[in-house]
């Protein structure tokens, strides 16, 4: 199986700020990457999808990027809305496979 | 509007079965895979199961082989997982989702789950 690390496990920022989380590969997916977010008590959304597409709805402060086994997710400036844990999850072969998630909490 | 509404889960005790539904509305299944996702407390999420567009391909991931089935009936946009020989380590909640594409790729629209819990 395909195994997914993110960095960090939390972090602490403030509104307005650049956030910039990073997920690893085990092994070369291409760009089978995928971003959710998680609120607490509720299902995940997707946020970006084959690594650095926008999915339809979400603000365009997410933005995504990476190939091979090193991807990251960007918030440009981030909001109160934003408070969250980020999963990454990659689509390259079954089993799918997810991250241990990034949480995103308040300074 | 996509919705995904899940039912069916509950307390049960190990060695027991319990049926997860996913009715959908919003879309047609015909052209697109759909999974289970779950989450046990304060875990991250484990892919669970998918059934392919055509409904012929079905995947289980190995932790639920041999005791998790999944099924889906096109006419009422109804997904099932059918849980049999339940151990507590399956307590968790269940998330139903839709996929992108015919296969199991990227999952664009999730139910709100349906907690199962496993215990004497």
């Known amino acids: 199986d395909i195994q997914m690390t993110q960095s960090p496990s939390s972090l602490s920022a403030s509104v307005g700020d650049r956030v910039t989380i990073t997920c690893r590969a085990s092994q070369s997916i291409s760009n089978y990457l995928n971003w959710y977010q998680q609120k607490p008590g509720k299902a995940p959304k997707l946020l970006i999808y084959?690594?650095?597409n926008l999915q339809s709805g979400v603000p365009s402060r997410f933005s995504g990027s990476g190939s091979a086994t090193d991807f990251s997710l960007t918030i440009s400036s981030l909001q109160p809305e934003d408070f969250a844990t980020y999963y990454c999850?990659?689509?390259?072969?079954?089993?799918?496979?997810f991250g241990p998630g990034t949480k995103v909490d308040i300074k | 509007e996509v919705q995904l509404l899940e039912s069916g889960g509950g307390l049960v005790q190990p060695g027991g079965s319990l049926r997860l539904s996913c009715t959908a509305s919003?879309?047609?299944?015909?052209?697109?895979?759909m999974s289970w996702v779950r989450q046990a407390p304060g875990k991250g999420l484990e892919w669970v199961s998918t059934i392919g567009a055509s409904g012929g391909s079905t995947y289980y991931a190995d932790s639920v082989k041999g005791r998790f089935t999944i099924s889906s009936d096109k006419s009422n946009n109804t997904l099932y997982l059918q849980m049999n020989s339940l151990r507590a380590e399956d307590t968790a909640i269940y998330y139903c989702a839709k996929d992108m594409t015919q296969w199991l790729e990227t999952l664009d629209y999730w139910g709100q789950g349906t907690p199962v819990t496993v215990s004497s």
């Open positions: 084959r690594a650095s």
């Open positions: 919003g879309f047609t299944f015909t052209p697109y895979a």
């Open positions: 999850q990659q689509s390259y072969t079954t089993p799918i496979t």
